[in-house]
């Protein structure tokens, strides 16, 4: 099954890597967000890939649904995460897929095009950046600590991002924005970055990477948005002690 991931994750990845910097069909434009027509044609692909090998699971994308819904076996798929970075040319957005059994993950997947970069997790087994073993960092003390912070496309997402941008960039070293959930999840998995933290994300932007950083060493919250929709979320290197303000 992780060999289907990788090899869906890799197969979208090359089709966005063909089509980055050039002119992009926009199917929909909203004050805070990009649909790409790309981004249903990665889903497409990811989708071939999956069914063709098991065609009675269920596949829940960020572009919709398709397999069976009733089976245990889940594929959650962003095939672009960061598509507002793809859209304007910042190399710096991934494809995510993970692969829940019943309630649990049991496969998580990031490929980031743009470097090559594979962060591979299968539970139990570790987490792997291009097959060689990764861990999160150990730093424990907020002022050695880099923090991404996430903003969804909601006025309150993004409200509640400036009030944690106003309490952290005093505490820690460095703040980011980045505007890839997925892909910070699993640097975060990799020890570059040390915590993360966002209200109002799906699913797909956040399955893959909770895997990856759990089985990095690190440590998700998840909880369901206090303040709208989708999830918020903690994510650390598991050293961090970190809360919302
Ligand atoms: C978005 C990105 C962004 C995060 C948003 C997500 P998309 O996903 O991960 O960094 O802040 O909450 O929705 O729309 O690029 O797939
Ligand atoms: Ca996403």
């Given at each position: 099954?992780?060999?289907?991931?990788?090899?869906?994750?890799?197969?979208?990845?090359?089709?966005?890597?063909?089509?980055?910097?050039?002119?992009?069909?926009?199917?929909?434009?909203?004050?805070?967000?990009?649909?790409?027509?790309?981004?249903?044609?990665?889903?497409?692909?990811?989708?071939?890939?999956?069914?063709?090998?098991?065609?009675?699971?269920?596949?829940?994308?960020e572009e919709?649904?398709?397999?069976?819904?009733?089976?245990?076996?889940?594929?959650?798929?962003?095939?672009?995460?960061?598509?507002?970075?793809?859209?304007?040319?910042?190399?710096?957005?991934?494809?995510?897929?993970?692969?829940?059994?019943?309630?649990?993950?049991?496969?998580?997947?990031?490929?980031?095009?743009?470097?090559?970069?594979?962060?591979?997790?299968?539970?139990?087994?570790?987490?792997?950046l291009n097959?060689?073993?990764?861990?999160?960092?150990?730093?424990?003390?907020?002022?050695d600590c880099?923090?991404?912070?996430?903003?969804?496309?909601?006025?309150?997402?993004?409200?509640?991002?400036?009030?944690?941008?106003?309490?952290?960039?005093?505490?820690?070293?460095?703040?980011?924005?980045?505007?890839?959930?997925?892909?910070?999840?699993?640097?975060?998995?990799?020890?570059?970055?040390?915590?993360?933290?966002?209200?109002?994300?799906?699913?797909?932007?956040?399955?893959?990477?909770?895997?990856?950083?759990?089985?990095?060493?690190?440590?998700?919250?998840?909880?369901?948005?206090?303040?709208?929709?989708?999830?918020?979320?903690?994510?650390?290197?598991?050293?961090?002690?970190?809360?919302?303000?």
């Open positions: 099954m992780i060999e289907v991931a990788i090899a869906a994750a890799k197969a979208a990845g090359k089709l966005q890597r063909a089509a980055f910097g050039m002119e992009q069909v926009v199917n929909e434009s909203l004050a805070h967000d990009i649909k790409l027509e790309l981004d249903i044609k990665s889903q497409e692909l990811i989708e071939k890939h999956i069914l063709d090998h098991f065609p009675k699971h269920a596949i829940v994308g919709g649904v398709n397999g069976d819904q009733e089976s245990d076996y889940k594929w959650i798929v962003d095939p672009i995460d960061g598509t507002v970075n793809f859209s304007y040319g910042i190399p710096h957005y991934c494809v995510s897929i993970a692969l829940q059994y019943k309630h649990e993950i049991m496969i998580g997947v990031v490929y980031d095009p743009q470097r090559d970069e594979l962060f591979t997790s299968e539970r139990g087994k570790g987490a792997y097959n060689v073993p990764m861990k999160t960092s150990n730093r424990g003390d907020i002022k880099i923090l991404s912070l996430g903003m969804a496309k909601t006025a309150e997402s993004i409200e509640s991002a400036f009030t944690q941008m106003n309490f952290y960039a005093h505490r820690a070293k460095k703040l980011r924005n980045m505007g890839s959930a997925a892909l910070d999840l699993a640097w975060i998995a990799s020890g570059r970055l040390d915590a993360y933290v966002e209200r109002g994300v799906n699913w797909w932007d956040i399955a893959a990477g909770i895997l990856l950083i759990e089985s990095a060493g690190g440590k998700v919250k998840i909880a369901p948005n206090s303040i709208g929709k989708g999830f918020e979320v903690i994510a650390t290197n598991g050293s961090l002690e970190m809360a919302f303000v």
